[in-house]
């Protein structure tokens, strides 16, 4: 590949005029800047979608879509079960600082190739030649299911505790899977309809978003400090439990992290949206970071304030709802407390996983427009009048329905498959981080031009990254209780390997003929 250079004033202005998307010469048709229009040339790609993000709605974007706060308080069960109060605390805390490093790593990433593509192209570009074509292929095969099991998950969420709203007003009431999977399907309908009829709106309502999320921390965080009764320190931040019968404390530490780890998710969001944010190379990173630590920092407070308000983890975990939180509410208001307090959750996580398969739609087309994908042409078209990639969406919200259908057979066959978001969204982070490491020490001069940096710090932040990635994935594989129990094994790991097969399949009968990787398109557009 050609020596990626930094352009001059005048060369990056030459450069930007005769970009595909500038269609009048100002570069205003799809809200691109000079420097967005210079970086899809560079990697040689066509702008589409149209750049309705600005760089506050960008981070309300990140913040609102990982809900980390509010994820943390709804899937917190195993950290409990393994791990008790001190366990959930401190799992949090050091799950915090090791996405630190991966997030900072991913963002430096997303200045270099501020695409939508993320971890597959970054693959793409920084991978040893010999091998970029088929890394890229595999990790844009895992980036797939990460976020399409992702996408699922959010909603098989938000319609069980629907369920578990309905069980506290009615204790004689008998959830049923099948209505599980039905309260799945109202919420995906909702999602595909704002995000095709309302996609206009979407960048425009962000702040408002955000605003919502930050309220609604408030107001439980001072519901629960006001009215709940509360534990002593000692038994919050140094009485651990095991109660999935491990060998040791730490063992059962290392699997109940998966709370921590599940609800610290999805930092990459932002990037998948990076050629609809204005200036995505200077400010999609800024957004991925920030937006992290902001959370990170209101699901710290909230969580510290959630474990002084539990009266019994014992009784919390065996609470008929199957949500601990809902437990908590209850010792400490009414029903229509709960219910109120619920929907303060509940109307967040709604517009979260409508984000979510936002971006979960833009990293499926932007594979499909690579030709990563079967039917990628199909998957890959955009609606010339919303300029958004409707059949993705589409296929995104298909895929969640069927992926839903599997809780009916089976809760814990669909719990496997929406577990294996964490271990597939860290193979892809495995290898981004991995490679763009190879570079900096084999190449360092053909890494990308960068807006927004960290420095001499980044190999350090690198490595330390990349570490924490293997350490967190190793531990994702495991069950929550020892030995092989059908209900409670993860098979995570069975879904995981079998869909790596997959993607192996696919590459020799598919990828190997169709697929270049973006980094073909950059020595194009360069040479």
Known sequence: MPLITELSDNESVNAASKSPIDRDGDGDDLGASGADMQDMRRMGK???????????????????????????????????????????????????IGFCFVIASLAEMASMAPTTGGQYHWVSEFASPRWQRFLSYVTGWMAVLAWQAGAASGSFLTGTILQGLISVRDPTYDPKRWQGT????????????????????????????????????????????????????????TE????????????????????????????????HMSEEIKDAGRYVPIAMLWGYILNGFLALVLLIVFLFAIPSVDDALSDATGFPFLYVFGACTTTAGVNGLTALILIPVIFSNILFNLSTARQTYAFARD?????????????????????????????????????????????????????????TYLAAISCVIYMRLREPHRLPVRRWSLGRASLPVNVVGLGYVVFAMFWSFWPAAPGFVKESFNWSIVIFGGVLVVSLFMYAVHGRRHYAGPVEHISRSLG
């Open 240 to 271: 651990f439990q095991n109660g999935g019968g491990w060998p040791t404390i730490g063992v059962s530490l290392m699997v109940g992290q998966i709370s921590a780890i599940y609800g610290s998710l999805s930092s990459d969001a932002t990037a």
């Open 371 to 427: 030709k990563g994908l079967p039917f990628s042409s199909w998957i890959s078209r955009i609606d010339t009048h919303r300029r958004i990639p409707r059949n993705a969406i589409l296929l995104s919200c298909l895929i969640s329905m069927l992926l839903s259908l599997i809780n009916i057979g089976s809760t814990t066959a669909f719990n496997a498959i929406i577990s294996v978001n964490v271990a597939a969204l860290m193979f």
């Open 46 to 96: 066509t702008q589409e979608l149209k750049r309705d993000f600005r760089p506050l709605a960008a981070l309300s974007f990140s913040a609102v879509l990982q809900a980390t706060w509010e994820f943390i308080l709804i899937s917190n069960t195993q950290g409990l079960e393994n791990g008790g109060l001190a366990g959930m605390f401190w799992t949090y805390v050091w799950t915090f």
């Open 182 to 237: 039905l309260f799945v399907f109202a919420m995906v309908a909702l999602i595909y309809l704002f995000n095709v009829y309302a996609s206009n709106w979407m960048a425009r309502i962000q702040n408002l978003l955000l605003m919502m999320h930050l309220v609604s921390w408030v107001i439980i965080l001072v519901v629960l400090a006001v009215k709940a009764p509360h534990r002593a320190a000692s038994e919050v931040f």
